[in-house]
């Protein structure tokens, strides 16, 4: 008894150690089938183990949700900001290619003046709305002189009228105090094309008996040395001949539309300081 | 400062801004909103010169007759100073009333001296058929002047 008492713990360890080495041993060649310990275990513990890997299915589905939330946020930025990036390109493409058909446009203008010229973009416009004039981003400085042509991709737009070193002002050709040597191209009968406002002209000291109709394309004559010969103005929108008086009334709705216009040429011809 | 900044703005809204996004006559008129600015809460000494300077500025970035619009806004800042006395300036109704009546007589004073003083046939039509959007327009312009915090409290400095 005294050695038990000694050695209990010892011999106890002993005896368990060799017994699960037995047990081990014994159960070897039947690894493959379950005892009865392993199924007693496996069926106390099954009514458990469903239902907690249920909830802990649940709570990875949570987790896993949780974390691809936060990756597809950061997906979601990455992507906003990547089409953002992808619409201001595009409208930077569009605008090229506007900028492009416009320039291509000009310079189809530009060969047909047998003058040298000057591109210039428009940069503001009449502060008020019954005086027509705008502003371009050349002056003197780049060889802009007062009463030069100015010219755009249609069409005559007007001429210079204010000239300071950096910008000059375009007296258009709309405008009540503007005025250019014209002719109809089909019948070639002549007239002064002066601006009405509201964006239209009208052709006068066209005599009564000059053919005019409706539709007639009119140009500028070449008289005068501003605007070179041949140039678009615009289109008689209106004739009209009263009883009396020499004149007709023609009203020319103009081939350049003032409200769109970006780009210019002005014609380095004429002009005065 | 504030003020060359404003008329600075002004200038670049009004040649460079809003004709991209409104028709002709709604353009309003943002110079002649600070000239009656002026008349209502400035001083004469300083109003007066300055309403001269802004009219110069308005005629350099619009037609052909320098000098048309800087006696016109002149005019317009006498007159008001004149009456502004006897007045509750500091009223945004009494403000947006007067740029209404102003906007009016810069457009007839316009009109007599370039039917007087030069050779524009068709100008009276032109001024006449877009003069009611541009008032309108100008008075509206002058109400959202209004809500300025700086328009509530005056200024001082002029």
């Excluded at chain 1, 040597?181 to 239209?200: D, F, H, P, T, Y």
């Excluded at chain 2, 309403?51 to 052909?64: A, C, F, N, Q, T």
């Amino acid at each position: 008894m005294e050695i038990f008492k000694k050695y209990g713990f010892i011999i106890l360890i002993s005896t368990g150690i060799i017994a699960g080495v037995l047990f081990y041993s014994l159960n070897v060649p039947r690894s493959r089938e379950a005892n009865f310990i392993e199924r007693g275990i496996m069926a106390s513990f099954a009514p458990i183990l469903k239902p907690a890997a249920q909830v802990s299915r649940f709570f990875e589905d949570i987790w896993d949700g949780y974390i691809s939330l936060i990756d597809e946020h950061k997906e979601n930025l990455r992507l906003r900001e990547e089409i953002r990036d992808l619409n201001s390109r595009l409208v930077e493409a569009n605008e090229a290619v506007q900028a492009n058909l416009r320039l291509t446009r000009l310079l189809d203008m530009k060969s047909n003046i047998n003058a040298q010229s000057l591109t210039a973009s428009v940069v503001g416009e009449d502060v008020t709305s019954w005086f027509k004039t705008m502003i371009i981003d050349r002056g003197s400085s780049s060889g802009i002189r007062q009463g030069m042509a100015v010219i755009a991709a249609d069409g005559i737009a007007g001429q210079t009228v204010k000239v300071g070193a950096s910008t000059s002002r375009v007296l258009l050709m709309t405008d009540h105090a503007s005025g250019i040597a014209a002719v109809i191209q089909r019948s070639r009968a002549r007239g002064v094309v002066k601006g009405k406002g509201e964006g239209l002209c009208s052709m006068v000291f066209t005599t009564r008996d000059e053919d005019v109709k409706v539709g007639d394309q009119v140009v500028s004559s070449g008289i005068g040395g501003v605007f070179p010969k041949g140039l678009p103005i615009g289109e008689v929108t209106m004739v009209k001949r009263g009883e009396y008086g020499i004149f007709q009334t023609v009203t020319i709705r103009p081939v350049v539309n003032f409200s769109h216009l970006e780009e210019v040429l002005v014609v380095l011809r004429g002009g005065y300081e | 400062m504030l003020f060359i900044a404003t008329v600075i703005l002004a200038v670049i809204f009004q040649s460079s801004v809003l004709p991209v996004y409104i028709a002709d006559p709604f353009k309003p008129d943002l110079l002649l909103i600070i000239v009656v600015y002026l008349a209502l809460r400035g001083s004469f000494k300083f109003g007066s010169p300055l309403s001269w300077l802004l009219g110069l500025i308005k005629d350099v970035l619009s037609g052909l007759y320098l000098g048309l619009n800087a006696f016109t806004f002149l005019i317009i800042f006498l007159v008001i100073k004149n009456v502004a006395d006897r007045l509750y300036a500091e009223s945004s109704f009494l403000f947006v009333v007067t740029v209404l009546v102003a906007t009016l007589a810069s457009a007839t004073i316009n009109l007599l001296l370039l039917v007087m003083l030069t050779n524009v046939p068709g100008i009276a039509y032109s001024i006449t058929s877009g003069l009611i959007p541009h008032v309108l327009t100008t008075a509206f312009a002058a109400s959202l002047a209004t809500l300025f915090p700086r328009f509530s409290r005056g200024n001082e400095a002029l």
